[in-house]
């Protein structure tokens, strides 16, 4: 419950109960002035003026994938694998630049099981036995698990054992699973992607929190979606930030009936965010691959508090016009441009 919060211009006092809480954050939600300075007032409260940043890379180890997302721009005609080679020399590049991190996702290779997936995480961690390795969506867990024969718990305890330090909570999508019918009818639902969260969460692992939106969704869609983030983070603890990602229609089917929401739109939903889920999850991330990197930093002053990483090599989905990487240099730069203070993190929001 947020209570008597000020805003700047007036005192706002929300209910507890989770309709009247709904209630009140649509009301909100169509009056974007309001929006903008109770989002920032509670970033202010939450995080004064420090804006945070990881250096990281992704590796995107494979794109043979069984799914059949609507809005997947990241199959292409000719199927990959990294090697083991490829993967440890773009984790020794990431290394030499500084990186603390490395970010493992991959398709949902069909002839991959459990074994293969904890091989990737041991083999990076007996070279680079100090990167934090954040890898693996509920949807690779499950599909790994299934491939395996064993149960998602036994599958997370091996991840574990072999480096896993925390995982991103992608394929959470819209936890609506009417609009998960029409946007990624075989994935997991709303209930299972909850489950393997709250598993992952209840053997120390932590997890980010995502929201893929500006699609077909509704408003009561995506605060359906806080909601049950909301409830996981009371229960757990175990999100260390939300992540807000607008929908990029090129190059994907979704894209042929929905364009994806305004700037407006999209800047009102990071406030939104930092209203809905605080103080519960006090870390909102802008994703300058998915905004463009000026948008990114306007998101600063709609309650945002964190742009992401450095990334190296974003290949699933990104803006047209932004490059697949960007420094810690220029992220500093987009930070003080707004007027606030760019601190290096770690993964898991240490200072770095």
Not at 52 to 76: D, L, P, Q
Not at 100 to 116: N, S
Not at 261 to 288: C, E, F, G
Request: glycine letters at 6%; aromatic letters at 6%.
């Amino acid at each position: 419950m947020i209570s008597e919060v000020s805003d700047t211009a007036e005192t706002v006092t929300f209910p507890a109960k989770p309709y009247s809480y709904q209630g009140e954050l649509k009301k909100l939600w169509q009056q974007p002035l309001r929006l903008f300075r109770l989002a920032n007032a509670l970033r202010e409260k939450s995080c004064g003026d420090v804006v945070s940043f990881v250096i990281n890379r992704n590796i995107n180890f494979t794109n043979e994938c069984t799914g059949t997302c609507k809005f997947c721009s990241f199959k292409h005609n000719s199927i990959y694998f990294l090697t083991g080679e490829q993967i440890l020399q773009r984790t020794a590049e990431a290394e030499r630049l500084g990186a603390t991190e490395i970010c493992l996702q991959g398709g949902l290779a069909p002839k991959m099981h459990l074994e293969d997936y904890c091989q990737i995480l041991e083999l990076i961690h007996r070279d680079f036995p100090r990167m934090h390795l954040h890898a693996y969506s509920p949807m690779e867990v499950l599909h790994m698990s299934q491939n395996s024969g064993v149960e998602v718990n036994d599958a997370l305890q091996e991840l574990k054992k072999s480096g896993l330090g925390s995982m991103p909570g992608t394929a959470a999508e819209i936890l609506v699973d009417i609009v998960r019918q029409k946007i990624c009818p075989n994935k997991l639902n709303t209930q299972k992607w909850r489950q393997i969260i709250m598993a992952a969460h209840d053997l120390g692992i932590p997890t980010t929190s995502t929201m893929l939106f500006g699609h077909v969704e509704s408003i009561d869609d995506r605060l359906c979606h806080l909601q049950i983030l909301k409830e996981i983070q009371q229960e757990t603890g175990g999100f260390t930030e939300m992540v807000l990602l607008p929908f990029i229609a090129d190059n994907n089917m979704l894209g042929k009936i929905a364009k994806g929401a305004d700037l407006l739109d999209r800047l009102k939903m990071h406030a939104l965010a930092r209203v809905a889920l605080y103080p519960n999850i006090t870390n909102i991330q802008a994703s300058w691959t998915k905004l463009g990197r000026e948008s990114a930093a306007a998101a600063l002053d709609w309650g945002a508090n964190d742009l992401g990483g450095t990334l190296m090599d974003e290949g699933i989905a990104r803006n047209s016009r932004e490059a697949p990487s960007i420094s810690a240099e220029e992220l500093s730069e987009l930070i003080e441009g707004r007027g606030k203070r760019a601190v290096q993190r770690t993964t898991l929001y240490e200072r770095a």
